[in-house]
């Protein structure tokens, strides 16, 4: 016997069933997630199940819950033998180190799990466009930036784009530029240098209990100390990311970029998953061929090139104009041939040039740079290549130290 093939109205009556099945499941995912009490206060007139149901997604589009608080309960379950009701149960005769990992859990279970998203607002466009003249040379990651907000704006979601990696020359300003994204964005930054980092796993997701001097991981940590659910993570110099023999840091990078790990990531130290999906990632690198190929496939990668000519100039002076004016009034704004000269080298040796020329501005008891001030500030910027040490004693020759 074949069977019938099913009509428009069994199809339709079938996506509303599974659409009113699905509404009461987060439903009931977001009444476990709700503060104690908060059943208490209810509204004078009941929302009808349309009505609620409407509310709870557009809540579940517009915030995030950063950490499964039914886990944190089953692990203070594990710990005491018995269901966590608010109180001060003790662990009977659990380790130290038990005992400060079931605290935590505890102060977890209290929290809010919740943590709203950044969603586009008007002046966020505004705010792009003015970055997009100060970074001139950061235009194709900043258009990016700009779809993405237009569509968290169309559709009132978070803001959300792919992990990403700069990659450029040292001293072009990557790192400058993701500290005035997240400006720009009204978004959390945790900045993280990969290049003095000695443990990334402790990083990322954490040790376990069992390891001397064990915490969760900084990343965790981070989220929960913060008030939104879609910061900025800045990855920064991640191509120099090695930390100790042992340890293979980009596995366990994968864990943040993969995002079917980053919505459950098990933090080793408290044993509950976290959800790090609507983390906005940013790394910067110079290298891109020192990143593994399987990291380098999860980034979008992004080539910053070396500003030169006007944008080289414009970059110039607004970094002239900033050193300046931390200065109060006590100097003019440099004029063109100044800035001509400072743009002779990138935007790192700029900042540098300008806070030696002013040394030798003031010296000389002038309120305004000149080109000789900036000469001589890249001729003593230039003593670091030399091999003739720097300082009030010259150094020795190998000779004369056998000598002594």
């Excluded at 605290?103 to 977890?108: G, H, M, N, S, V």
């Excluded at 997009?132 to 559709?155: D, H, K, Q, W, Y």
């Excluded at 981070?222 to 939104?228: F, K, M, P, S």
């Excluded at 910067?284 to 399987?294: H, M, V, W």
Aim: charged share 25%.
């Amino acid at each position: 016997m074949i069977a019938s093939s099913p009509t428009d109205a069994d199809e339709a009556a079938f996506g509303e069933a599974w659409r009113d099945h699905h509404h009461r499941v987060l439903l009931s995912r977001l009444r476990r997630q709700r503060p104690e009490g908060a059943s208490a206060v209810l509204p004078v007139e009941e929302p009808g199940p349309r009505d609620e149901a409407a509310g709870a997604v557009e809540d579940a589009r517009r915030t995030v819950a950063v950490f499964d608080r039914s886990a944190v309960l089953a692990q203070i379950r594990l710990g005491v033998g018995q269901d966590y009701l608010g109180d001060e149960t003790s662990a009977g005769s659990t380790s130290t180190e038990e005992q400060t990992r079931l605290e935590r859990l505890r102060r977890l279970a209290g929290e809010e799990p919740r943590r709203r998203l950044v969603v586009a607002d008007a002046g966020m466009r505004e705010r792009l466009g003015l970055l997009r003249s100060e970074c001139a040379g950061f235009v194709e990651v900043i258009a990016l930036i700009e779809r993405a907000v237009a569509l968290s704006a169309v559709s009132g979601a978070g803001i959300a784009f792919p992990p990403m990696v700069l990659v450029g020359p040292p001293g072009v300003g990557k790192t400058h530029f993701c500290r005035r994204l997240a400006r720009a964005l009204s978004v959390e930054q945790h900045a993280f240098s990969c290049a003095t980092n000695s443990d990334a796993q402790a990083l990322i997701i954490g040790h376990p209990a069992t390891w001397r001097g064990a915490r969760m991981g900084v990343l965790t940590e981070a989220l929960l100390g913060g008030e939104t659910g879609n910061p900025l993570i800045l990855l920064d110099e991640v191509d120099k990311f090695v930390t100790h023999s042992t340890e293979k840091p980009y596995n366990s990078l994968l864990s943040l970029i993969e995002p079917e790990n980053a919505c459950a990531l098990v933090d080793e130290y408290l044993r509950i998953p976290f959800d790090l999906s609507r983390c906005l990632i940013v790394a910067t690198a110079n290298d891109l061929e020192a990143l593994p190929s399987f990291i380098q496939d999860r980034f979008l990668v992004v080539a910053v090139a070396p500003p030169d000519g006007a944008i080289l100039r414009a970059i110039a002076s607004r970094i002239a104009t900033d050193i300046i004016s931390a200065h109060g009034d006590a100097f003019a704004r440099p004029d063109d041939a100044v800035i001509a000269c400072l743009a002779s080298t990138n935007p790192r040796g700029i900042r540098r040039l300008v806070a030696l020329a002013l040394g030798f501005a003031a010296e000389a008891g002038r309120r305004r740079l000149t080109v000789s001030d900036v000469a001589a500030a890249e001729a003593v910027a230039d003593i670091k290549i030399a091999r003739t040490p720097m300082g009030f004693i010259p150094g020795k020759s190998k000779g004369e130290r056998e000598r002594e």
